[in-house]
């Protein structure tokens, strides 16, 4: 093979593995939700597990977009009732996927929800009410018919 042919086909195979790596980083998006989630899974000082903040949040920004499942309240029982959200009837029952269903309750919370219906399917949408800081742990609350139906004073 001539050396000349030789360093042709290096400079085009080069040109092309440059080319390729290029066009990747324009086409790729450039963030991946699933390479830095807002939010960890961490032991809490308050209950078991906790939902902790990986970086700081905006009073507004959107931390979770949780599928939801929407039972009857009869097809809810044992520890799983501590687990479900209110549904907007009054016998229906939400289970939240994701981390929804891991957010501990304060009377002094930092963070709410809201149902959204998708073309998907229900989500619960959570977001900050102020902002949060890295590290700190996420909060909702419980809202009063959760410890009424637990004959439990709310606790602070």
């Known amino acids: 093979m001539e050396p000349a042919f030789f360093a042709l086909l290096v400079i085009i195979f080069a040109a092309g593995l440059a080319a390729g790596i290029l066009l990747g980083k324009i086409i790729r998006p ?88 998708t073309p998907l399917g229900p989500e619960l949408i959570i977001y900050a009410l102020r902002d949060i800081r890295k590290g700190e742990e996420l909060f909702y609350n419980y809202g009063s018919d959760w410890w009424a139906t637990r004959n439990i004073t709310d606790i602070t």
Request: aromatic share 10%.
């Open 30 to 117: 450039e963030t991946d939700d699933f390479a830095d989630p807002p939010v960890r899974i961490g032991q809490s000082n308050v209950s078991g597990r906790g939902v902790f903040a990986t970086r700081s949040i905006r009073n507004g920004d959107v931390i979770e977009h949780c599928p939801v499942l929407e039972l009857d309240e009869k097809d809810i029982g044992g520890e799983l009732l501590n687990y479900v959200f209110y549904g907007e009837h009054e016998k229906k029952r939400l289970v939240a996927m994701g981390n929804g269903m891991l957010f501990n309750h304060s009377s002094f919370p930092n963070v709410a929800y809201y149902l959204e219906e």
